[in-house]
C-alpha cells in the first residue's frame, strides 16, 4: 500500500481492511534488510507504510510486491535514485520486472534447440548452449529460453519420439548444470544446502535452482531428489550449513506448511523456501521461514540478504 505523503490513513483502520506485516515480517519476505527497507522510504520514498499510534511501520502485501518490483529494476541495474520515477510511470503505481531478452529473439533460439534435439544432434546443441549464454545472463538462458523447451517436451511425451526427445535435453542439460555447480563450488563460500520438497519437482529443476541461488560468498550444496523431509534435521546438525532452502514447483498444501512449520521448529539454522512454495507469504506469517520467491533474477539477492540478516541477529 503506498500513500501519498501526509495521507497515510491510520493503521487501526488499515487493519480493518486487510492484513498489514511489520518491518522484520517484510523482511523476512522479501529478503531486503530493514536499514534498506528505511533507507528507501526516508531518501526515495518509493515505498511509505502505514504507522502505527506510537511509529512502527506496518505494510500491506501490495507494499510486499512495490518491493519485490524495485529489487527487479535494481537486478537490472538500475539506480535506486531512478526506480521512483519508473514506478510512478505505472497505472498502478507498481511496475512489472522489465523483460531482458526480446520475445522473438528467444523464440529464434529455441527453434533452434528444438532442430538439434530432434535431430538428438549434441554437437549443435552444444554449440547452441555456447552461443546462448554468451548472449544472455544466466536466469534468462534457464528461465527464458532452456527450461520452456524441456517443459514443452515434457507435456508432450504422449507424442511418439517426445519422451526420447526430453531424455535426450535432460540429460545434456543436466550435466551441463552439475557442471557450472561443481564450479561454483570451488569458489568457497560457507555452504547452503538445498533440497527439493517431496516429489515436488524433478532435479534439472531443484540444479537450476541451485545454480541461480550460487554467489561468490554462498557455496550450494544440492541434496538428492528423493531427501526425506524428516531427516533434514539430521543433515543440518551434520553438515552446519548456513542455512536450508526447500525449493517446489506445487504451491505448499495446509498439510506441508504444517511440516514446515514443524522442521524450522528443529532446525539449528535458518529455512527459507524458494520456488512455487515460495509465493505463499501471507501463510508463513509469524514463522521464521523466508521467501525468496520464484525469479532467478531475485532469488539470490533475497537469500544473501537473509543470510545477512541472520548474520545481524
Given amino acids: 500500500m503506498t500513500h501519498a505523503p501526509g495521507a497515510s490513513p491510520p493503521a487501526s483502520n488499515a487493519l480493518e481492511q486487510q492484513e498489514l506485516f511489520p518491518i522484520r515480517e ?9 536499514v534498506t527497507l528505511r533507507a528507501w522510504e526516508r531518501r526515495y520514498g518509493l515505498v511509505r507504510p502505514t504507522r502505527t499510534d506510537s511509529g512502527h511501520r506496518l505494510y500491506s502485501m501490495a507494499d510486499v510486491e512495490a518491493i519485490r518490483s524495485i529489487l527487479a529494476w535494481t537486478e537490472r541495474g538500475v539506480a535506486v535514485s531512478k526506480v521512483g520515477n519508473i514506478l510512478a510511470r505505472s497505472a498502478a503505481g507498481r511496475a512489472a520486472e522489465p523483460p531482458v531478452a526480446d520475445s522473438s529473439e528467444r523464440g529464434q533460439w529455441q527453434t533452434q534447440l528444438r ?37 514443452e517436451l515434457l507435456l508432450r511425451q504422449d507424442e511418439f519420439g517426445r519422451t526420447s526427445e526430453w531424455l535426450f535435453l535432460d540429460a545434456f542439460l543436466r550435466a551441463r548444470v552439475l557442471q557450472r555447480l561443481q564450479l561454483a563450488r570451488m569458489a568457497a563460500g560457507e555452504p547452503v544446502l538445498l533440497a527439493a520438497m517431496p516429489g515436488q519437482c524433478r532435479e534439472l529443476e531443484l540444479l537450476v535452482a541451485g545454480l541461480l541461488l550460487s554467489a561468490d560468498s ?53 529455512l527459507a523456501l524458494a520456488g512455487e512454495a515460495a509465493e505463499v507469504g501471507e501463510s508463513l506469517a509469524g514463522t521464521s521461514i523466508a521467501c525468496l520467491g520464484s525469479s532467478g533474477n531475485l532469488m539470490q539477492r533475497r537469500l544473501l540478504q537473509f543470510l545477512a540478516g541472520q548474520a545481524d541477529t
Wanted: contains cysteine; proline residues 9%; charged residues 15%.
Fill in 218 to 270: 554462498v557455496t550450494i550444496g544440492v541434496l538428492p531428489i528423493g531427501q526425506p523431509l524428516g531427516e533434514l534435521a539430521l543433515v543440518c546438525d551434520r553438515v552446519r550449513p548456513k542455512g536450508l532452502v526447500l525449493f517446489s514447483n506445487v504451491p505448499p498444501g495446509e498439510v506441508q506448511l504444517c511440516q514446515l512449520n514443524k522442521l524450522s521448529l528443529t532446525l539449528d539454522c535458518p
Fill in 26 to 34: 517484510v523482511s523476512r519476505l522479501t529478503g531486503v534488510n530493514p
Fill in 115 to 151: 532442430r538439434a534435439v530432434s535431430r538428438f544432434d549434441e554437437a549443435r546443441l552444444e554449440q547452441l548452449y555456447g552461443q546462448i549464454f554468451s548472449t544472455y545472463p544466466l536466469a534468462v538462458v534457464f528461465q527464458e529460453i532452456l527450461l520452456p523447451v524441456w517443459q
